[in-house]
């Protein structure tokens, strides 16, 4: 499996853009890069993912590095419910798509 | 409502009872999935399914059990139930394999 790196925590203030790095140096060409966040013990919910261009929706923008090495989950306008746990996970490439699930980056959004 | 629904949402239980806990979804979705997450861990894989005839395992399967009854219902059991197996369990399904996965809101477990 494609193992990813993703710094423990990171701090942010509220209304500024909030920029998450993972590095996912081992990723195959044809594995996708998946965004998701756990607020509070919820259940994790799904952000964003990507195979090789720039990505965006309505929750966040997804930077791709030509190499797909590594990654940068981009909040544009954060807010305090933005605070969670942000999990940057590599498809493996199996065929049941199970999510592997690292330590994450926690977010902390400040007044 | 719940695309995902996991019932109960909390349980209290003892060393050596059996337990289930149950997971019924909207989607549509063929794949299924059920993962427990220890305290400031993240998520474990514990069995996972493609369709009612298709059980498989995940990382941590010892000591659970699954039935999947229908494409909407997944239920995971512990048939003697003890104190490590405390954790938050979290049920999930996807169309295919690079889709979004839809998570429940989790059962929070305690074995005494």
């Known amino acids: 499996d494609a193992k990813t790196t993703q710094p423990p925590s990171m701090d942010c203030a509220e209304g500024r853009a909030a920029n998450l790095p993972c590095n996912h140096s081992?990723?195959?060409?044809?594995?996708?890069v998946y965004w998701y966040r756990q607020i509070h013990s919820q259940g994790p919910q799904y952000i964003i993912h990507?195979?090789?261009n720039n990505e965006t929706n309505e929750m966040a923008s997804l930077i791709i590095t030509e190499d797909r090495k590594s990654s940068t989950l981009i909040l544009p306008h954060a807010t305090l419910r933005d605070t969670a746990v942000y999990y940057c996970?590599?498809?493996?490439?199996?065929?049941?798509?199970?999510?592997?699930f690292g330590q994450g980056t926690i977010l902390t959004v400040h007044p | 409502d719940a695309d995902v629904t996991q019932t109960p949402r909390n349980r209290i239980t003892k060393t050596g009872k059996r337990i289930m806990l149950e997971c019924s979804q909207t989607k549509g979705h063929d794949r299924m999935y059920w993962y427990r997450q220890d305290p400031g861990l993240g998520l474990q894989l514990i069995y996972y399914?493609?369709?009612?005839?298709?059980?498989n395992k995940g990382e941590i399967s010892d000591g659970y059990s699954v039935s999947r009854q229908a494409q909407a219902k997944f239920s995971l059991s512990l048939e003697s139930a003890i104190p490590n197996q405390t954790a938050l369990y979290f049920c999930a399904t996807r169309a295919g394999r690079d889709t979004e996965a839809f998570f429940g809101q989790g059962t929070r477990l305690t074995v005494v």
């Open positions: 081992t990723i195959s060409g044809n594995e996708y």
């Open positions: 399914s493609f369709d009612v005839k298709d059980i």
């Open positions: 996970i590599v498809r493996p490439g199996t065929s049941y798509g199970k999510l592997t």
């Open positions: 990507g195979l090789k």
